[in-house]
């Protein structure tokens, strides 16, 4: 089955500074990739996310680029400020309609002033 | 706008005692309706999905069941708790047929002693 490697378990930054987190997949056949943002204690919440038919989307600060031949996507966000301070995850879908999302482990983003 | 409600918020339970999660989803129609498992400090494991009333898929056995009793709300149980089913349980919905982007409830934080 598919298996999504996040590749940064923790990542600190400065205020004001870019965070990219990154993930492999392993399915050929995944063609949808959120990114979910999740606060100590909190549930999901779903920032963005990108199908297979592009390679880049940008939604504000957040941006989101998909490399199929690498299998690789990555979640930038600039100019960090505290509140992004989270636990971000990283997901990836064939996109059968049984919502099954493959996820990755976290990242644990700190954004210092 | 829709919202998804899960109860409770947080259980203490003996192991061998019965369970019971909740989930409602308001101001969506026949929502797709799914649980999700985290393990404490780990990544996130879907375990039922539901298209319609009254069915549910199984996706892992965890001694764990689920129903849909009304389009609403989705249910989770078990009769014999293990100390193995501690862990966050998230309740998500999805539109159908765009399955892929999952929104997800606050969660239930469920120890197991």
């Known amino acids: 089955g598919e298996k999504v490697e996040q590749h940064e378990s923790t990542l600190s930054v400065r205020e004001g500074d870019s965070a990219v987190i990154n993930c492999t997949y392993t399915d050929t056949a995944s063609s949808y990739f959120p990114w979910y943002k999740q606060e100590a204690g909190k549930g999901l919440h779903f920032v963005i996310d990108?199908?297979?038919?592009?390679d880049r989307k940008q939604s504000q600060r957040l941006i989101v680029l998909l490399d199929k031949k690498a299998k690789r996507f990555s979640l930038h966000i600039t100019a960090t400020q505290p509140e992004d301070s989270a636990i971000y995850f990283c997901a990836a879908s064939t996109g059968a309609n049984t919502g099954k999302l493959t996820f990755g482990h976290g990242t644990i983003l700190r954004v210092h002033p | 706008a829709q919202t998804i409600h899960q109860w409770p918020v947080a259980e203490i339970k003996a192991v061998g005692s019965p369970l019971s999660l909740g989930c409602t989803i308001k101001?969506?129609?026949?929502?797709?309706l799914y649980w999700y498992w985290q393990a404490t400090g780990g990544t996130l494991q879907q375990l039922f999905y539901s298209i319609t009333v009254g069915q549910v898929e199984s996706v892992v056995q965890l001694n764990l069941s689920a129903s849909r009793p009304k389009d609403d709300q989705f249910i989770l149980s078990t009769e014999k708790l293990l100390l193995s089913h501690s862990g966050f349980y998230l309740c998500?919905?999805?539109?159908?047929?765009?399955?892929?982007?999952?929104?997800f409830g606050s969660g239930t934080r469920l120890t197991v002693l």
């Open positions: 101001g969506k129609s026949s929502p797709n």
């Open positions: 990108i199908r297979s038919n592009v």
């Open positions: 998500a919905w999805s539109l159908v047929g765009s399955a892929e982007t999952l929104y």
